[in-house]
């Protein structure tokens, strides 16, 4: 299993992979606090990451490990697996 970090990274034959979606939470600065329009405002950034797995077995495992491990999270797991055939 490995995280594609850039555009080179993504392979090149047949693969399984998932697709993963969260956020970061960034705090505003106090300027934005105190006077709003001014400084940094609090702002949830959209992340999506790709994972690709060795096997189908190895994907179908992390995904069967992320929903128990998010089993009880006010939101369902934020995923997608599938099979790639890149052209």
């Not at 990274?9 to 693969?15: D, E, L, R, V």
């Not at 705090?27 to 405002?41: F, L, N, V, Y």
């Amino acid at each position: 299993m490995k995280t594609v970090t850039s555009p080179g990274g993504f392979p090149n034959k047949p693969h399984f992979a998932a697709l993963t979606f969260s956020h970061i939470h960034i705090p505003g600065d106090e300027r934005s606090h105190q006077a709003p329009g001014h400084g940094h405002p609090v702002e949830d950034k959209p992340v999506a990451e790709y994972i690709v797995f060795d096997s189908e077995e190895e994907m179908k495992k992390w995904a069967a490990d992320e929903v128990e491990y998010r089993t009880g999270f006010p939101s369902p797991p934020g995923f997608v697996v599938f099979h790639v055939n890149p052209r």
